[in-house]
């Protein structure tokens, strides 16, 4: 045996070989070294190249252990090899991409474009263009409908895009009160739960009958970020004024807890291995979070760099991944970080 481990991806059960998850996941940079009580430590750091203005969304395609970086301030996509730790190639010609996805039943990616609308669908495995689909304008974030093989695609004053990646056409829309932010799937697959900043409102529509109804705000606004804990049966919530975290239930609403976060979040994600969220802000930190019982408390306040605001967290890979802009000393690059313990 070669001492690897098992890991469920779409496509099934696969072997990940020890060097993977050992040599090729501590990869070659140099990083600064760090207390052993941190819950995350920086691994490494994987240079994008020649790359300038904002980064937004991340997506991977665990498989082939590659990792989507939306360069919207490059109108490009960088597409990182992870097993070596290096930018496999940069996909030029988009229009501010900000939404990415990878859509394992349909062995493709989705990229959604801020500047045109449009979304771009790139073959799985040479990532050549096989479609575009024209939503109008500021497409944003991308979701992966599962149970009905659909895509997901935030868009324009107010809506939401359901894609049929096989024929890669839009099938129909839900109309939302403005434009989605943040947005999730539920556990189940039967909704679709929407942060709707300029409207003060979650939005929640159900995918067969397309019913909507609102969740209450709590007095808090600029809610972006956004995560389900289907095992808490909790919708997380981040609001960046005040720079809170709410956890409310996912059937009324109903706060079950509260605790104050970092400043311009982006992302949030839930590490069920070790009960803990994942709050990544443009202030230049990640906030970690540990679930117990009466609530949230925080473990950490990881730095980054400010303006580093876009994460994704991979629990197949058990890495948390930030995106981080060039600055004068540094290129822009992929931060990788590795829970602890």
């Avoid at 301030?73 to 960088?78: D, H, V």
């Amino acid at each position: 045996m070669d001492g690897g481990r098992f890991l469920v991806s779409a496509r099934g059960l696969y072997r990940v070989p020890a060097a993977f998850l050992t040599a090729s996941l501590v990869w070659s940079a140099t990083v600064t070294a760090q207390p052993a009580a941190t819950p995350l430590v920086l691994e490494t750091k994987i240079p994008l190249g020649q790359i300038s203005g904002r980064i937004d969304h991340l997506g991977v395609d665990v498989n082939r252990q590659r990792l989507f970086v939306a360069e919207l301030g490059n109108n490009s996509l960088g597409v990182v090899d992870l097993a070596l730790a290096k930018v496999l190639r940069t996909i030029s010609g988009l229009s501010e991409p900000q939404g990415v996805a990878y859509v394992p039943f349909a062995d493709s990616v989705f990229v959604a474009n801020a500047g045109d609308g449009s979304v771009h669908v790139l073959r799985g495995d040479d990532l050549a263009q096989i479609g575009r689909i024209e939503l109008g304008e500021d497409a944003d974030n991308v979701r992966v409908d599962t149970r009905r093989n659909r895509v997901l695609v935030g868009y324009g004053k107010g809506a939401l895009a359901v894609i049929d990646p096989a024929t890669r056409t839009e099938a129909t829309d839900i109309p939302l009160k403005g434009h989605p932010e943040g947005f999730q799937i539920d556990e189940t697959g039967a909704q679709v739960f929407v942060n709707v900043p300029d409207a003060r409102e979650i939005e929640v529509a159900d995918l067969t009958s397309e019913a909507k109804r609102s969740l209450p705000m709590q007095g808090a606004g600029s809610n972006f970020p956004m995560a389900i804990d289907g095992e808490a049966q909790r919708l997380l919530v981040v609001f960046r004024s005040p720079p809170t975290l709410m956890a409310l239930s996912s059937q009324d609403g109903r706060i079950a807890a509260k605790i104050e976060t970092c400043g311009d979040a982006d992302d949030v994600f839930v590490d069920h291995k070790r009960h803990r969220v994942y709050v990544s802000c443009g202030e230049g930190v990640v906030d970690v979070l540990a679930q117990g019982e009466a609530g949230y408390q925080h473990l950490a306040r990881v730095p980054t760099v400010s303006g580093a605001r876009t994460s994704l967290f991979v629990p197949e890979l058990d890495r948390l991944f930030v995106a981080v802009r060039a600055r004068s000393k540094e290129p822009a690059a992929i931060w990788v970080f590795r829970p602890l313990p």
